[in-house]
């Protein structure tokens, strides 16, 4: 069966209807493929026909396709149900993928058995369900949820189309910011340190960073900034946390689309861009639409470090930042009062660099952007 031809959906001025779909199949992607980049799963009708709004997208690229019609006898789930699409075990794509949907909660409560989800590869998908349960609640899902790891025939299902997404659809649809707002955090009582620095500074060194990450919290600490590591609080707590903050500053990073769910106007904002790709101002663009609080995208790379064997810069890869730079638009910006702060010598930078490789077992390598582009152009 050829695929259907589709379309990036235009969301910022608001979605569709909901489709409702009388004996819809939800099919999961196949087990034992692995983490593909695409998978082939979504909702088909009864006539294997794949549902449209079922797809998720990330940009202009779907992230699922139609898949097989399934072989042989499937469970039957009776009455109505939402579907939610697919269930991400990456916290930054759980945060703008997998709650793209819930926008439709608000028109549907009192009316659904609950909520399906289909994982986004077969891999525990009920630890990955019991792992963000507790965070689905505190964005307002009151509702049984399943994520199915075979397929399903269902009596009606409701598939909303995607409110929510990376790239063009960062700020939301009007729904989906609607119901953040209404539900996002809602039974958590702020609580924490008024100015916080999101640290990468505790996580692997496979995960990627600014260099002199540590030397940037002293700074940071000189000005009354707490440093904040997310991977060691759970999810009441970081929200707690980003509600009861003033001032937040951190590397571009997964939590800010959190903050940018349930954080508030009169917060100030700085996201320091660790990585060429403008992802600084991504999580920029978020905040700004969901909150309206102040932010500033922060970009004084003065290179990127990646894997001997990366083409470009990467989640894994290195900033080396311009400190001088740095120090001097936090201060503009209101997020700190001094910033006199002196350049990380060359020495210091090549020493982390070689224990970065050391540890990972391979050699990182200066990158500029492409042939023809001033550092910080390149896509």
């Known amino acids: 069966m050829i695929q259907d031809r589709l379309q990036p959906p235009e969301i910022a001025g608001g979605l569709g209807p909901i489709a409702v779909v ?13 983490n593909q980049s695409v998978q082939r799963s979504g909702v088909l009708r009864p006539d294997g026909s794949l549902v449209p709004e079922s797809v998720t997208w990330r940009g202009s690229a779907q992230v699922t396709v139609r898949p097989p019609m399934p072989a042989g006898p499937v469970e039957t789930l009776g009455g109505s149900w939402l579907f939610l699409g697919p269930l991400f075990g990456h916290f930054g794509h759980f945060l703008v993928e997998s709650i793209a949907r819930l926008w439709a909660l608000d028109r549907l409560r009192g009316a659904i058995e609950g909520a399906l989800f289909v994982p986004k590869f077969q891999n525990r998908p009920e630890h990955v369900m019991a792992t963000y349960r507790p965070f689905l609640e505190a964005l307002g899902l009151d509702v049984p949820v399943r994520n199915l790891e075979e397929p399903a025939r269902v009596e009606r299902l409701h598939v909303p189309p995607q409110g929510f997404g990376m790239f063009q659809m960062i700020e939301g649809s009007p729904e989906f910011r609607a119901y953040m707002r209404a539900h996002a955090g809602r039974g958590i009582a702020p609580q924490g340190h008024p100015k916080i620095y999101i640290s990468r500074s505790a996580l692997p060194v496979q995960r990627g960073s600014i260099l002199a990450e540590t030397v940037l919290e002293e700074h940071l600490k000189a000005e009354g900034y707490v440093p904040f590591h997310p991977q060691k609080h759970g999810f009441a707590d970081q929200i707690a946390a980003y509600k009861a903050a003033t001032h937040v500053v951190g590397v571009d990073c997964s939590p800010f689309h959190l903050l940018a ?18 992802l600084d101002r991504c999580f920029a663009r978020q905040i700004h639409a969901f909150q309206g609080a102040e932010v500033a995208a922060i970009n004084h790379l003065r290179r990127n470090w990646i894997e001997d064997h990366a083409h470009r810069p990467s989640r894994t890869s290195w900033g080396e930042v311009d400190f001088p730079a740095l120090g001097a638009t936090l201060r503009e910006c209101g997020l700190i009062a001094g910033g006199d702060w002196p350049a990380i010598p060359d020495e210091a930078i090549r020493h982390q660099i070689d224990r970065i490789g050391a540890a990972q077992g391979t050699r990182f390598k200066p990158w500029e952007g492409p042939p023809g582009t001033a550092p910080g152009d390149a896509d």
């Open 22 to 34: 009388e004996d819809a199949l939800v099919v999961p992607p196949a087990k034992g493929l692995g």
């Open 261 to 278: 769910l349930v954080g508030h106007r009169g917060q100030n904002v700085g996201i320091i861009a660790r990585r060429d790709g403008d």
